[in-house]
């Protein structure tokens, strides 16, 4: 199932980041061996976003990127803060918070055990408009518990942006709209099968089971020894 329409400028910064994370070695296409995925879905392909730290030019041009959709999509004075959540998240929030000159916090899964038992990190205050960044998306079940945190410290979150949605899960977009928050992204996996087909870095077989996932990815996981749609 294709993820909703974009336009042509988003559409070519989901393709530049399809190439770096191809380029890395971010992206894993495995249908013979699937991956379960934290959400519990089967899925034959999966990226590690985490590896762009490592590579000062591709989190530069990511960075950037992600801060000209921000201003783009959510506007150049919308903003108070960025949030980033424990734990891939937090050195995507410190780029972002620098190439926008914003304060940073982050948010840890659960309260520290010892101390004053903070789970957000930072300096905030009530009413503060929040933008959580992620390093990516599979279903956002993850994205609503930090922007649920936020929320509950009354900041004010109406977006969440990741670098990466998976796109083809049912109701991902719906769980943080459901909490008011509209989630952005750059690349998704239709980004990254374009661009590995022109490249032809995967055999034609893995091409054309990941084409299948991304047709029909509820099926194929339950097919998969996956998570089902009950």
Request: aromatic share 10%.
């Amino acid at each position: 199932m294709q993820s909703v329409s974009r336009t042509l400028e988003q559409k070519q910064a989901g393709l530049t980041v399809a190439r770096i994370l191809l380029e890395i070695g971010a992206v894993s296409f495995r249908p013979e061996l699937p991956y379960i995925l934290t959400s519990g879905w089967a899925s034959p392909v999966y990226i590690d976003c985490r590896k762009v730290i490592s590579y000062p030019r591709a989190r530069r041009t990511i960075s950037r990127l992600v801060a000209q959709a921000i201003l783009r999509e959510v506007g150049h004075e919308s903003v108070d803060a960025v949030a980033g959540g424990e734990t891939a998240g937090i050195p995507y929030a410190a780029w972002i918070a620098e190439e926008l000159a914003l304060p940073m916090l982050y948010v840890r899964k659960k309260p520290k055990e010892f101390g004053c038992n903070a789970q957000i990190e930072g300096n905030f205050v009530e009413g503060q408009r929040v933008l959580l960044i992620e390093d990516l998306a599979t279903d956002s079940a993850s994205k609503v518990n930090f922007c649920q945190v936020l929320q509950a410290a009354r900041m004010i979150v109406g977006h969440a942006m990741v670098v990466f949605f998976y796109g083809v899960f049912p109701g991902a977009l719906k769980t943080l709209e459901d909490i008011g928050v509209h989630l952005h992204y750059l690349a998704n996996w239709w980004d990254i099968l374009e661009v590995a087909e022109q490249k032809e870095l995967f055999n034609k077989a893995a091409l054309e089971e990941v084409r299948a996932f991304l047709h029909g990815p509820v099926l194929w996981s339950a097919d998969h020894n996956g998570r089902s749609a009950s």
